[in-house]
């Protein structure tokens, strides 16, 4: 249901994330930078970014404030390795041998070991080329979407950048086909990375009070709606 409930909702008003940025910062940043000075912001996703609105949209938004944004992403057949749009890039990483490693991995059985294998060496190769693609980009702050970037969004970030997390959806619990242990396993590892990130947010309050109660989350989680509304709520634990 909850899944259900945030892919209902289509465009994002994502404005209102400015402000929580601004107050992940260092104290003492030049808050100049704020408005049109530069400040420098790369975004996470594991996708090619061709139709993913929540993300374009946030970048859209944080560009046209002035902040120097680029989306690191992987690679696809249909897109190319950079793009720029409006007020953000788009770089495009994994389109060699992720490409390769994921198309024999569709030619061997669901369940084989040799696909299992595959899907590993895939993923590895994949995060490292994104968590390469994040370090260029000398971001003050990494924005990552969703668990599977989260590890890349820690990492880039280090110790002296600041890390956001936009959980789209339960990531864990929307996997299907998958062993109960996995899905516990994810949870624990989503558990130890969600307390790196400086700053939270989600689709809707429901998701919101998931990720406050099970992960304890101290600093309130931002609710940021996919849809055209200027409204704000905090969920807290």
Not at 173 to 182: A, C, H, Q, R
Request: charged share 20%.
């Amino acid at each position: 249901m909850l899944i259900l409930q945030s892919a209902f909702r289509s465009v994002l008003n994502e404005g209102s994330k400015l402000q929580r940025v601004a107050q992940i910062m260092k104290p003492g940043t030049d808050t100049r930078a704020f408005y049109g000075r530069g400040l420098r912001v790369c975004m996470l996703v594991r996708n090619d970014v061709a139709n993913d609105p929540r993300v374009t949209r946030h970048a859209e938004t944080l560009g046209a404030h002035g902040f120097r944004v680029t989306v690191a992403c992987t690679a696809s057949p249909r897109t190319l390795a950079k793009e720029k749009r409006a007020n953000y890039e788009i770089v495009r990483v994994g389109e060699h041998l992720g490409l390769a490693l994921e198309s024999v991995a569709v030619r061997t059985g669901p369940r084989s070991v040799l696909r299992i294998l595959v899907r590993m060496a895939q993923m590895i190769t994949v995060h490292f080329a994104l968590f390469r693609a994040a370090r260029k980009t000398g971001a003050h702050v990494y924005c990552a979407n969703d668990l599977d970037t989260l590890l890349i969004g820690v990492l880039a970030a280090g110790s002296d950048g600041y890390l956001a997390y936009d959980s789209h959806e339960l990531w864990a619990d929307m996997l299907i086909g998958v062993p109960e242990f996995v899905k516990r396993t994810l949870r624990v590892y989503e558990r130890l990375l969600i307390k790196r990130a400086n700053a939270v947010m989600t689709v809707n309050e429901l998701i919101g009070q998931v990720l406050a109660s099970r992960y304890s989350v101290r600093s309130p989680i931002e609710i940021i709606y996919n849809c055209p509304s200027q409204g704000r709520r905090q969920v807290s634990k």
